[in-house]
Protein backbone atom coordinates (compact mmCIF):
# COMPACT_ATOMS: atom_id res chain seq x y z
CA UNK A 1 0.00 0.00 0.00
CA UNK A 2 2.82 2.20 0.73
CA UNK A 3 6.40 3.23 -1.34
CA UNK A 4 8.86 4.60 1.06
CA UNK A 5 11.68 6.66 -0.69
CA UNK A 6 14.91 7.26 0.82
CA UNK A 7 17.52 9.13 -0.90
CA UNK A 8 20.64 8.58 0.03
CA UNK A 9 24.20 10.46 -0.29
CA UNK A 10 27.38 10.03 1.59
CA UNK A 11 25.47 8.50 5.07
CA UNK A 12 28.01 5.49 5.45
CA UNK A 13 27.37 6.14 9.47
CA UNK A 14 23.39 6.29 9.35
CA UNK A 15 21.57 4.39 6.53
CA UNK A 16 21.82 1.01 8.27
CA UNK A 17 19.21 2.29 11.19
CA UNK A 18 17.14 4.19 8.73
CA UNK A 19 16.81 1.02 6.15
CA UNK A 20 16.04 -0.72 9.59
CA UNK A 21 13.64 0.97 10.90
CA UNK A 22 11.85 0.68 7.92
CA UNK A 23 12.51 -2.76 7.74
CA UNK A 24 11.00 -3.35 11.40
CA UNK A 25 7.51 -1.61 10.83
CA UNK A 26 5.20 -3.43 12.43
CA UNK A 27 2.67 -2.83 9.17
CA UNK A 28 3.88 -4.42 6.48
CA UNK A 29 2.40 -4.31 3.34
CA UNK A 30 5.39 -1.97 1.99
CA UNK A 31 7.92 -1.05 -0.66
CA UNK A 32 11.13 0.55 0.20
CA UNK A 33 13.39 2.24 -2.14
CA UNK A 34 16.57 3.53 -1.56
CA UNK A 35 18.17 5.75 -4.68
CA UNK A 36 21.75 6.08 -4.01
CA UNK A 37 22.86 9.21 -5.84
CA UNK A 38 26.15 8.86 -6.39
CA UNK A 39 27.77 8.50 -2.93
CA UNK A 40 31.16 8.55 -2.72
CA UNK A 41 31.59 6.25 0.44
CA UNK A 42 30.34 3.10 1.76
CA UNK A 43 26.79 4.34 1.67
CA UNK A 44 25.90 2.32 -1.31
CA UNK A 45 27.63 -0.80 0.14
CA UNK A 46 26.13 -0.35 3.26
CA UNK A 47 22.44 -0.44 1.70
CA UNK A 48 23.32 -3.31 -0.49
CA UNK A 49 24.22 -5.61 2.51
CA UNK A 50 20.33 -5.58 3.86
CA UNK A 51 18.55 -8.76 1.94
CA UNK A 52 14.96 -8.12 1.89
CA UNK A 53 12.36 -8.58 -1.37
CA UNK A 54 10.90 -5.55 -0.34
CA UNK A 55 13.98 -3.33 -0.59
CA UNK A 56 15.02 -1.95 -4.40
CA UNK A 57 18.48 -0.75 -4.21
CA UNK A 58 18.73 2.36 -7.26
CA UNK A 59 22.02 3.84 -7.77
CA UNK A 60 22.34 7.08 -10.12
CA UNK A 61 24.58 10.01 -10.74
CA UNK A 62 25.06 12.48 -8.04
CA UNK A 63 22.24 14.68 -9.23
CA UNK A 64 20.96 16.29 -6.02
CA UNK A 65 18.45 14.93 -3.80
CA UNK A 66 15.54 16.30 -5.58
CA UNK A 67 16.44 14.06 -8.42
CA UNK A 68 17.21 11.17 -6.24
CA UNK A 69 13.37 11.62 -4.42
CA UNK A 70 11.50 12.42 -7.61
CA UNK A 71 13.38 9.03 -9.19
CA UNK A 72 11.82 7.44 -5.94
CA UNK A 73 8.67 8.54 -6.71
CA UNK A 74 8.68 7.25 -10.64
CA UNK A 75 10.04 3.95 -9.25
CA UNK A 76 6.90 3.77 -6.56
CA UNK A 77 4.29 1.21 -7.60
CA UNK A 78 1.66 2.49 -4.82
CA UNK A 79 -0.75 5.33 -4.28
CA UNK A 80 0.84 6.57 -1.04
CA UNK A 81 4.61 7.74 -0.94
CA UNK A 82 6.14 8.05 2.40
CA UNK A 83 9.83 10.20 2.39
CA UNK A 84 12.79 9.38 4.76
CA UNK A 85 15.79 10.90 4.72
CA UNK A 86 18.64 8.73 5.10
CA UNK A 87 19.77 9.88 8.49
CA UNK A 88 16.66 9.94 10.16
CA UNK A 89 14.67 7.04 11.15
CA UNK A 90 10.59 6.02 11.90
CA UNK A 91 9.30 4.56 15.18
CA UNK A 92 7.93 0.98 14.60
CA UNK A 93 4.45 1.78 14.14
CA UNK A 94 4.92 4.84 12.42
CA UNK A 95 3.55 3.46 9.10
CA UNK A 96 0.62 1.49 10.97
CA UNK A 97 -0.64 4.54 12.52
CA UNK A 98 -0.32 6.69 9.05
CA UNK A 99 -2.76 4.05 6.75
CA UNK A 100 -5.16 4.02 9.86
CA UNK A 101 -5.48 8.06 9.14
CA UNK A 102 -6.00 7.11 5.55
CA UNK A 103 -8.31 4.72 6.28
CA UNK A 104 -10.44 7.11 9.11
CA UNK A 105 -9.91 10.03 6.11
CA UNK A 106 -9.96 8.46 2.76
CA UNK A 107 -10.66 12.05 0.82
CA UNK A 108 -7.41 13.93 2.22
CA UNK A 109 -3.93 13.46 0.06
CA UNK A 110 -1.63 14.76 2.72
CA UNK A 111 -0.93 12.74 6.63
CA UNK A 112 1.93 13.16 8.59
CA UNK A 113 2.43 12.29 12.35
CA UNK A 114 4.90 13.63 14.72
CA UNK A 115 8.31 14.08 14.93
CA UNK A 116 11.56 14.69 17.29
CA UNK A 117 14.60 16.76 16.45
CA UNK A 118 17.49 14.54 17.73
CA UNK A 119 20.83 16.53 19.01
CA UNK A 120 24.07 15.14 20.77
CA UNK A 121 22.76 16.01 24.00
CA UNK A 122 18.95 16.49 24.09
CA UNK A 123 15.60 15.69 21.90
CA UNK A 124 13.07 18.09 20.89
CA UNK A 125 9.57 17.52 20.37
CA UNK A 126 7.91 19.24 17.62
CA UNK A 127 5.05 21.07 19.23
CA UNK A 128 2.80 24.49 18.63
CA UNK A 129 -0.96 25.57 20.39
CA UNK A 130 -2.35 23.91 17.09
CA UNK A 131 -1.54 20.48 17.55
CA UNK A 132 -3.93 17.88 18.93
CA UNK A 133 -3.46 16.39 21.84
CA UNK A 134 -0.32 14.05 22.39
CA UNK A 135 -1.50 10.57 20.61
CA UNK A 136 -4.84 12.29 19.20
CA UNK A 137 -5.59 13.17 15.10
CA UNK A 138 -6.62 16.12 13.88
CA UNK A 139 -7.22 18.03 10.16
CA UNK A 140 -5.03 21.15 10.17
CA UNK A 141 -4.20 23.76 7.72
CA UNK A 142 -0.81 24.05 6.69
CA UNK A 143 -1.07 27.77 6.21
CA UNK A 144 -2.50 28.72 9.29
CA UNK A 145 0.55 26.70 11.34
CA UNK A 146 3.08 28.35 9.21
CA UNK A 147 1.84 31.49 9.73
CA UNK A 148 3.58 31.37 13.22
CA UNK A 149 5.32 28.35 13.47
CA UNK A 150 7.17 25.48 12.05
CA UNK A 151 5.90 23.50 8.98
CA UNK A 152 3.65 20.78 9.89
CA UNK A 153 5.38 18.75 7.86
CA UNK A 154 8.92 17.70 7.13
CA UNK A 155 10.60 15.29 4.50
CA UNK A 156 10.80 11.75 6.86
CA UNK A 157 7.24 12.30 8.31
CA UNK A 158 4.81 12.83 5.58
CA UNK A 159 2.59 10.12 3.47
CA UNK A 160 1.91 11.50 0.24
CA UNK A 161 -0.70 10.64 -2.49
CA UNK A 162 1.57 9.73 -5.45
CA UNK A 163 -1.46 10.93 -7.59
CA UNK A 164 -1.42 14.31 -5.76
CA UNK A 165 2.58 14.63 -6.22
CA UNK A 166 2.80 13.91 -9.81
CA UNK A 167 0.06 16.47 -10.34
CA UNK A 168 1.79 19.33 -7.76
CA UNK A 169 4.88 18.84 -10.27
CA UNK A 170 7.09 16.55 -7.36
CA UNK A 171 10.19 18.06 -6.46
CA UNK A 172 11.68 20.78 -8.24
CA UNK A 173 15.31 19.36 -9.49
CA UNK A 174 17.16 23.05 -10.04
CA UNK A 175 16.39 24.07 -6.38
CA UNK A 176 19.18 22.92 -3.98
CA UNK A 177 17.42 24.90 -1.04
CA UNK A 178 14.31 24.20 0.39
CA UNK A 179 13.02 22.34 -2.10
CA UNK A 180 11.22 20.08 0.01
CA UNK A 181 9.28 23.56 1.51
CA UNK A 182 8.34 24.17 -2.07
CA UNK A 183 6.52 21.40 -2.57
CA UNK A 184 4.97 21.18 0.80
CA UNK A 185 3.79 24.64 0.17
CA UNK A 186 2.45 23.99 -3.33
CA UNK A 187 0.94 20.20 -2.11
CA UNK A 188 -0.91 22.16 0.84
CA UNK A 189 -2.91 24.40 -1.79
CA UNK A 190 -6.59 23.54 -0.74
CA UNK A 191 -5.53 20.41 0.32
CA UNK A 192 -5.40 20.29 4.66
CA UNK A 193 -3.43 17.98 6.68
CA UNK A 194 -4.05 15.01 8.57
CA UNK A 195 -1.82 15.27 11.68
CA UNK A 196 -1.73 12.69 14.02
CA UNK A 197 0.68 13.86 17.44
CA UNK A 198 2.27 10.65 17.97
CA UNK A 199 5.71 10.67 18.41
CA UNK A 200 6.83 8.45 15.75
CA UNK A 201 9.27 10.77 13.21
CA UNK A 202 12.62 11.23 14.22
CA UNK A 203 15.61 13.81 12.72
CA UNK A 204 18.48 13.76 13.12
CA UNK A 205 20.85 17.32 13.44
CA UNK A 206 24.09 17.34 11.34
CA UNK A 207 25.11 19.46 13.67
CA UNK A 208 26.56 21.73 11.08
CA UNK A 209 24.72 24.87 11.68
CA UNK A 210 21.75 23.63 10.19
CA UNK A 211 20.31 24.77 6.77
CA UNK A 212 18.81 28.05 8.33
CA UNK A 213 22.38 29.25 8.70
CA UNK A 214 23.52 28.27 5.24
CA UNK A 215 24.19 31.03 2.24
CA UNK A 216 20.88 31.22 -0.17
CA UNK A 217 21.85 31.22 -3.20
CA UNK A 218 19.93 34.05 -5.17
CA UNK A 219 18.36 32.00 -7.93
CA UNK A 220 17.53 29.10 -5.15
CA UNK A 221 15.51 32.18 -3.11
CA UNK A 222 14.31 34.11 -6.03
CA UNK A 223 12.51 30.50 -7.48
CA UNK A 224 11.48 30.23 -4.28
CA UNK A 225 9.33 33.24 -3.69
CA UNK A 226 8.64 32.63 -7.44
CA UNK A 227 6.37 29.88 -5.80
CA UNK A 228 5.42 32.14 -2.93
CA UNK A 229 3.76 34.48 -5.33
CA UNK A 230 2.38 31.87 -7.47
CA UNK A 231 0.31 30.18 -4.13
CA UNK A 232 -0.42 33.49 -2.80
CA UNK A 233 -2.54 34.47 -6.36
CA UNK A 234 -4.60 30.48 -6.04
CA UNK A 235 -5.42 30.60 -2.12
CA UNK A 236 -8.92 30.93 -0.57
CA UNK A 237 -9.14 34.48 1.05
CA UNK A 238 -8.69 32.61 4.54
CA UNK A 239 -5.54 30.89 3.47
CA UNK A 240 -4.10 34.24 2.39
CA UNK A 241 -4.56 35.62 5.46
CA UNK A 242 -2.43 33.27 7.00
CA UNK A 243 0.06 32.97 3.89
CA UNK A 244 0.85 37.01 4.18
CA UNK A 245 1.49 36.30 7.60
CA UNK A 246 4.07 34.02 6.89
CA UNK A 247 5.72 35.82 4.03
CA UNK A 248 5.82 38.70 6.05
CA UNK A 249 8.00 37.04 8.54
CA UNK A 250 9.89 34.45 6.51
CA UNK A 251 10.71 36.55 3.17
CA UNK A 252 11.86 39.52 5.01
CA UNK A 253 13.81 37.47 7.57
CA UNK A 254 15.69 35.36 4.64
CA UNK A 255 16.46 38.64 2.81
CA UNK A 256 18.18 40.15 5.66
CA UNK A 257 20.27 37.32 5.91
CA UNK A 258 21.22 36.80 2.74
CA UNK A 259 21.45 40.12 0.47
CA UNK A 260 24.71 41.36 2.07
CA UNK A 261 26.26 38.63 0.26
CA UNK A 262 24.14 39.37 -3.21
CA UNK A 263 25.65 41.22 -6.04
CA UNK A 264 23.77 44.52 -6.57
CA UNK A 265 22.52 42.99 -9.72
CA UNK A 266 21.03 39.60 -7.41
CA UNK A 267 19.65 41.78 -5.07
CA UNK A 268 17.60 43.47 -7.90
CA UNK A 269 16.28 40.52 -8.85
CA UNK A 270 15.36 38.95 -5.63
CA UNK A 271 13.91 42.33 -4.74
CA UNK A 272 11.68 42.63 -7.53
CA UNK A 273 9.95 39.14 -6.29
CA UNK A 274 9.89 39.67 -2.72
CA UNK A 275 8.10 42.99 -2.88
CA UNK A 276 5.14 41.24 -4.36
CA UNK A 277 4.85 39.16 -1.00
CA UNK A 278 5.12 41.77 1.89
CA UNK A 279 3.23 43.92 3.31
CA UNK A 280 2.85 46.82 5.74
CA UNK A 281 5.85 47.72 7.88
CA UNK A 282 7.90 44.84 6.49
CA UNK A 283 7.39 46.15 3.07
CA UNK A 284 8.57 49.27 4.48
CA UNK A 285 11.94 47.71 5.85
CA UNK A 286 12.30 45.68 2.69
CA UNK A 287 12.39 48.82 0.67
CA UNK A 288 14.63 50.83 2.64
CA UNK A 289 17.18 47.79 3.18
CA UNK A 290 17.29 46.98 -0.57
CA UNK A 291 17.86 51.16 -0.79
CA UNK A 292 20.83 51.00 1.46
CA UNK A 293 23.78 49.44 1.22
CA UNK A 294 24.33 46.23 3.94
CA UNK A 295 27.75 47.69 4.88
CA UNK A 296 25.79 50.89 6.29
CA UNK A 297 23.12 48.83 7.77
CA UNK A 298 25.56 45.69 9.29
CA UNK A 299 26.15 47.60 12.74
CA UNK A 300 22.53 47.99 13.23
CA UNK A 301 21.53 43.88 13.22
CA UNK A 302 25.00 43.26 14.80
CA UNK A 303 23.54 45.51 17.40
CA UNK A 304 19.91 44.02 17.32
CA UNK A 305 21.66 40.33 17.64
CA UNK A 306 23.54 41.55 20.34
CA UNK A 307 20.82 42.93 22.37
CA UNK A 308 18.11 40.40 21.63
CA UNK A 309 20.40 36.89 21.79
CA UNK A 310 19.52 36.02 18.02
Not at 42 to 56: C, I, M, P, W
Not at 84 to 105: Q, T
Not at 189 to 209: A, C, I, M, Q, T
Not at 304 to 309: A, E, L, N, V
Request: with cysteine; proline share 3%.
Amino acid sequence: MISVVIPLYNKEAYIAEAITSVLQQSYRDFQLIVIDDGSTDRSLEVASGFLDNRLTLISIPNQGVSVARNKGIGAASFEWIAFLDADDWWAPDFLKEIVKCIEAYPQHKLFASGRSHVFSDHVMRYDNPYLPEDGEVAILNYFKVISKYLPLINSSNAVISKTHLLACGCFKEQQKKHEDHDLWIRLSKGEDVVFSNRNLSFYRNSGSGGASKAYYHPSDFKLFLKTLLNTKQELSAKEKTYFVKYCNRFVLLTYIKNYGSYTRAQDREVYKVAKKLVTGWQKQLLWMLFLVPYKRTYPFFKLFKKRHGK
